[in-house]
């Protein structure tokens, strides 16, 4: 009797601790808290690789490619035999030093490919703030390596705009595309068109956007950029996840909205 009695106390107290695990995991859009972490001019490397590290496995959207094993090189544990990235980034490019060498692959990621993979890395530097870029490179340097980056690599801030290397706040808010409602300011700060075409610019790996007003509403369009798993376009079941999750965090809800209506009216 007693022994059963445990049982189902055992089971519902797992039950109860699995809801709480589902439903920490589910809400990330909706509430992922702004964290602000300044990196002023005596930021430690410990500090830069762990907003790196939050930078990496949040808003720049780094894991919807990186560590499935297919898509993306690893980045944090091996790949084909070089090591991880901390190990290999010095000796991918005759010259370049693997601080250089992280720098590129976020800023031009086209100027240099790893072999065996599909150019489909966004421009990283037009999503992300410089303090959220140098602070994933300093973690992709702890990653087998020296880490190297320090507060003279980041670019002074203005007492205006707070900086922020974990999460939206700075970088959403005022400072993303500079406060701009003008829509082509937001799509060319948030970098949509490293993967669609709209209205001939662009590249052509996920859906021409031109005419997505003719099958999207514009509530369905607000929902896709909130959360990209809502839906996928049909035909392009196969690149499923790879559009980033982080917009919702990164702009404001004028910029969202006026992003909205201007692509709904692409009909
Ligand atoms: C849409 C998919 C995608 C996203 C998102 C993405 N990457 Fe990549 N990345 C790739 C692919 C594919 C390659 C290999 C081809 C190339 O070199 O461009 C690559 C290459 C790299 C390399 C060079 C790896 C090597 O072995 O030399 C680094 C470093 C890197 N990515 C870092 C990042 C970081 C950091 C982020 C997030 C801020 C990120 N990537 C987001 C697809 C992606
Ligand atoms: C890293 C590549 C990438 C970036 C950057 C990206 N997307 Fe996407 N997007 C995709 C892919 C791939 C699909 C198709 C698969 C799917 O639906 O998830 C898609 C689908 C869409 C769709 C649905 C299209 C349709 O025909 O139904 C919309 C709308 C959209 N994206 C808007 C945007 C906007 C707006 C931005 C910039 C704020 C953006 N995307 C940035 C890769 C990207």
Known sequence: MWATNLKVVAIVLGTLAL????????????????????????????????AG??????????????????????????????GAIGVRCGKREAGKTCKQYLYESLDQPTAYIVAGYQPIM????????????????????SQGGTVDVSAS???????????????????????????????????????CLACHKLDGQGQVIAPDLTHVGSRRSAESIRRKILDPASSTAKGYERLAGIMPKAFGTMMNAAQLEALVQYLAAHK
Request: charged residues 10%.
């Open 153 to 191: 690599d980041i670019p002074a801030t203005s007492p205006t705009s707070p900086t922020s290397a974990g999460g939206a706040g700075g970088a959403g808010g005022a400072a993303f595309a500079g406060g701009s409602t003008d829509p082509k300011a937001i799509i060319q700060a948030a970098g």
């Open 53 to 82: 590290e939050k930078v990496f496995n949040g808003i720049g959207g780094c894991t919807t490619c990186h560590g499935l094993g297919t898509r993306a090189p690893n980045l944090l544990t091996d790949e084909k035999g070089t």
């Open 19 to 50: 809801y709480t695990l589902i439903a920490n995991k589910i809400p990330q859009v909706e509430s992922e808290v702004p964290q602000t972490l300044t990196l002023g001019a005596n930021v430690t490397p410990e500090q830069l690789v762990a």
């Open 122 to 141: 966004p421009v990283m530097t037009k999503q992300l703030s410089p303090q959220q870029v140098w602070a994933v490179i300093a973690f992709l340097e």
